[in-house]
């Protein structure tokens, strides 16, 4: 994954993504389906499309919370 987004080959890079994506989402891996996410806003930022950068990073953003706020609670109890 990031052999490909350093050689700048972004149409390799947004396909494994992608399949990365939809496996980790069939798995139900929130960890994985962050670091993609972040990735995802990383790689369109760097094509510019910078709408899709904004909305990954909120998605990103969003898990990232939503894991920690887990992490809390399996803490306390």
């Known amino acids: 994954m990031i052999t490909f ?10 396909f494994y993504y992608s399949n990365s994506l939809r496996l980790s989402k069939s798995i139900d891996s ?4 962050k670091e993609i996410y972040e990735s995802l806003s990383e790689l369109h930022y760097d094509l510019k499309d ?28």
């Open 5 to 14: 987004f350093y050689t700048e080959n972004y149409d390799s890079s947004l």
């Open 50 to 77: 910078y709408k899709k950068a904004y909305e990954f990073h909120l998605q990103y953003s969003e898990l990232q919370e939503d894991i920690f706020s887990m992490n809390q609670f399996d803490k306390l109890q």
């Open 30 to 33: 929130k960890s994985d389906i």
